[in-house]
């Protein structure tokens, strides 16, 4: 940590001495950075209110830079997020776009299941909105770059078998079970091999077992998961092919898959009826799944 | 400690190196707004020449795909190998992305070609398997085959470009796709068959990919001094100095080193 930080003062200073105009963009910069702010409903939030605030509770895993490499780091799997490329997995806003305040916010409120990063129940609201300032601050991309716009997430509809049915047939033509697996056990032919953008292994979520998502509880949450992909991880955004209705369909379907998931009854009772069964991917050619 | 630890890959490096970059950008589209009409076709050259591998060519690993059948298939009378070294007649590299590094005007560097090339996939794999591109260029992504791809470009996330993760299932429409800032090169990968991989080669200015000879012919080169920069995935880069004169083509020709 020593030399690395020896080597960036020795940089630093050679970048002054050599070319002044970058160094004082870069002061500016540096200036813009401190200023910067997030605005969630009514609430403001300043970096340099975050100050103390991350030192205490976030620093540990997610390290004085913002890089993830915090000194409980190397316990971690999966790694603590590196602020400083502007990447994030929750995101309402669509692939390979910056999430909006909304988004960090709610995930400093939620954490995220199945990985250390705890749901930040004790911090004020005030303390978390300073928070997501604090972490937009390490990465430049949110001086050069707006948050995308927020995919439209319209009403959800009333749950009827034709739409569980529906949900089943995207299930197998959108090859969700390639990787989460005809009964969502994440168990499908391509999830041995899945890898993060780190090149560390990756598992697939398991609908079967697993009630609650890395982004969310809520029927909304699953919508946007897949809709806006996990930045950083083999889950791709479906925004470009699903329409939004097929979307709920969807959501409709993949809650069949979750006996361990306490809610979500009329589905599972839906779909007792209609007794459905774990799709048989390789049946039908997949050129025409609906032709009657 | 010398200027050398410049080069390390510290985020705050990258900060200046990206303010750099920034400000170079800026410099150089205001200065394609006064010089993009100087340059005419008329008067250009080209650079040709022939990229050779010296040595025996690594082996190739050949792609199981029996996870993925309706691409097997596809490929059952001439099972595939990977693509990372690609050798041809005489020793000629195929794959290896020949642009200009130094020497371009603002304003040929900021022309951005009309002609949008296409990313296939194709029986489970990328073709091509190396495309050039041109910054802020469209290209369209296909998908061919019977079964679904995720298209997941992992451009370096310290640069301007953004990683992005699409799933494209059979029949579905192209994806029209830009790159806003140079960067060679893209690697793209489709999580769901893991032997996919290629690169999108995203440069300023004139470029080609050497064909299965190891050919390849940059076209609509003003006439100028450059530093011409030959990249291979496996090999990395290579350069040459080149002075182009009008209407004539120049050879640059690239040897690689087996490892």
Same mark, same amino acid.
Not at chain 2, 200 to 218: E, L
Not at chain 2, 235 to 255: H, I, L, M
């Given at each position: 940590?020593?030399?690395?930080?020896?080597?960036?003062?020795?940089?630093v200073?050679?970048?002054?001495?050599?070319?002044?105009?970058?160094?004082?963009?870069?002061?500016?910069?540096?200036?813009?950075?401190?200023?910067?702010?997030?605005?969630?409903?009514?609430?403001t939030?300043?970096?340099?209110?975050?100050?103390?605030?991350?030192?205490?509770?976030?620093?540990?895993?997610?390290?004085?830079?913002?890089?993830?490499?915090?000194?409980n780091?190397?316990?971690?799997?999966?790694?603590?997020?590196?602020?400083?490329l502007?990447?994030?997995?929750?995101?309402?806003?669509?692939?390979?776009?910056?999430?909006?305040?909304?988004?960090?916010?709610?995930?400093?409120?939620?954490?995220?299941?199945?990985?250390?990063?705890?749901?930040?129940?004790?911090?004020?609201?005030?303390?978390?909105?300073?928070?997501?300032?604090?972490?937009?601050?390490?990465?430049?991309?949110?001086?050069?770059?707006?948050?995308g716009?927020?995919?439209?997430?319209?009403?959800?509809?009333?749950?009827?078998?034709?739409?569980?049915?529906?949900?089943?047939?995207?299930?197998?033509?959108?090859?969700?079970?390639?990787?989460?697996?005809?009964?969502?056990?994440?168990?499908?032919?391509?999830?041995?091999?899945?890898?993060?953008?780190?090149?560390?292994?990756?598992?697939?979520?398991?609908?079967?077992?697993?009630?609650?998502?890395?982004?969310?509880?809520?029927?909304?949450?699953?919508?946007?998961?897949?809709?806006?992909?996990?930045?950083?991880?083999?889950?791709?955004?479906?925004?470009?092919?699903?329409?939004?209705?097929?979307?709920?369909?969807?959501?409709?379907?993949?809650?069949?898959?979750?006996?361990?998931?306490?809610?979500?009854?009329?589905?599972?009772?839906?779909?007792?009826?209609?007794?459905?069964?774990?799709?048989?991917?390789?049946?039908?050619?997949?050129?025409?799944?609906?032709?009657? | 400690?010398?200027?050398?630890?410049?080069?390390?890959?510290?985020?705050?490096?990258?900060?200046?190196?990206?303010?750099?970059?920034?400000?170079?950008?800026?410099?150089?589209?205001?200065?394609?707004?006064?010089?993009?009409?100087?340059?005419?076709?008329?008067?250009?050259?080209?650079?040709?020449?022939?990229?050779k591998?010296?040595?025996?060519?690594?082996?190739?690993?050949?792609?199981?795909?029996?996870?993925?059948?309706?691409?097997?298939?596809?490929?059952?009378?001439?099972p595939?190998?990977?693509?990372?070294?690609?050798?041809?007649?005489?020793?000629?590299?195929?794959?290896? /992305?020949?642009?200009?590094?130094? @020497?371009?005007?603002a304003?040929? =560097?900021? &022309?951005?070609?009309?002609? !949008?090339? +296409?990313?296939?996939?194709?029986?489970?794999?990328?073709?091509?398997?190396?495309?050039?591109?041109?910054?802020?260029?469209?290209?369209?992504?296909?998908?061919?085959?019977?079964?679904?791809?995720?298209?997941?470009?992992?451009?370096?996330?310290?640069?301007?470009?953004?990683?992005?993760?699409?799933?494209?299932?059979?029949?579905?429409?192209?994806?029209?796709?830009?790159?806003?800032?140079?960067?060679?090169?893209?690697?793209?990968?489709?999580?769901?068959h893991?032997?996919?991989?290629?690169?999108?080669a995203?440069?300023?200015?004139?470029?080609?990919?050497?064909?299965?000879?190891?050919?390849?012919? /940059?076209?609509?080169?003003?006439? @100028?001094n450059?530093?011409?920069? =030959?990249? &291979?995935?496996?090999?990395? !880069?290579? +350069?040459?100095?080149?002075?182009?004169?009008?209407?004539?083509?120049?050879?640059?020709?690239?040897?690689?080193?087996?490892?």
């Amino acid at each position: 940590m020593r030399t690395r930080m020896l080597s960036l003062f020795v940089a630093v200073a050679v970048l002054a001495l050599c070319t002044a105009s970058p160094a004082q963009m870069t002061q500016y910069d540096e200036d813009q950075r401190w200023n910067t702010e997030s605005h969630i409903g009514s609430l403001t939030g300043h970096a340099t209110g975050a100050k103390v605030t991350y030192r205490r509770f976030c620093v540990g895993c997610h390290g004085v830079i913002g890089d993830g490499e915090g000194e409980n780091a190397q316990w971690l799997d999966p790694k603590p997020r590196n602020f400083t490329l502007g990447q994030f997995k929750c995101r309402s806003t669509p692939t390979g776009t910056l999430p909006t305040d909304e988004d960090l916010y709610n995930t400093i409120g939620r954490g995220i299941v199945n990985s250390n990063m705890p749901a930040w129940f004790p911090l004020t609201n005030q303390e978390r909105a300073d928070l997501v300032a604090y972490v937009k601050h390490f990465s430049s991309k949110w001086t050069t770059e707006k948050a995308g716009q927020p995919i439209e997430i319209p009403a959800e509809p009333e749950i009827t078998a034709e739409r569980v049915k529906a949900g089943e047939g995207l299930f197998k033509k959108l090859e969700c079970w390639k990787c989460h697996g005809v009964e969502g056990r994440a168990n499908g032919p391509s999830a041995d091999t899945l890898t993060d953008d780190q090149n560390r292994p990756i598992r697939p979520f398991n609908f079967h077992d697993g009630s609650r998502f890395k982004c969310g509880t809520t029927d909304q949450d699953l919508f946007k998961i897949f809709m806006t992909g996990l930045d950083g991880t083999p889950m791709p955004s479906f925004a470009d092919n699903v329409k939004p209705e097929e979307a709920w369909e969807l959501v409709m379907y993949l809650r069949t898959l979750q006996p361990a998931n306490p809610l979500n009854t009329k589905e599972k009772i839906i779909a007792k009826q209609l007794g459905l069964k774990p799709i048989n991917p390789y049946a039908a050619p997949p050129a025409q799944p609906e032709s009657k | 400690m010398n200027v050398g630890s410049n080069q390390e890959k510290d985020p705050m490096t990258s900060r200046f190196k990206l303010t750099g970059i920034m400000s170079a950008l800026l410099l150089v589209s205001v200065a394609a707004l006064y010089s993009a009409r100087g340059a005419s076709a008329a008067g250009e050259g080209k650079i040709t020449g022939t990229i050779k591998l010296d040595g025996t060519p690594p082996h190739m690993k050949p792609i199981d795909m029996s996870k993925e059948p309706s691409c097997q298939q596809i490929h059952a009378a001439h099972p595939v190998t990977l693509e990372n070294v690609v050798v041809g007649a005489n020793g000629g590299l195929q794959n290896v /992305v020949v642009y200009i590094s130094e @020497g371009l005007s603002a304003g040929a =560097a900021g &022309q951005v070609p009309s002609e !949008t090339p +296409t990313w296939d996939q194709k029986g489970c794999q990328y073709i091509p398997h190396v495309l050039a591109l041109d910054v802020n260029q469209h290209f369209k992504v296909v998908n061919s085959d019977q079964t679904s791809h995720n298209i997941h470009p992992t451009p370096n996330p310290a640069g301007t470009n953004h990683e992005w993760n699409k799933s494209q299932p059979p029949g579905a429409p192209p994806f029209d796709v830009t790159w806003t800032a140079p960067e060679v090169a893209v690697p793209v990968k489709c999580n769901i068959h893991p032997w996919m991989h290629g690169y999108m080669a995203v440069v300023k200015g004139p470029s080609a990919v050497s064909d299965n000879n190891g050919a390849f012919t /940059v076209n609509d080169v003003p006439p @100028g001094n450059y530093t011409v920069t =030959a990249w &291979q995935e496996v090999y990395g !880069t290579q +350069t040459a100095k080149v002075t182009v004169a009008a209407g004539k083509p120049v050879t640059a020709d690239f040897t690689f080193k087996a490892k």
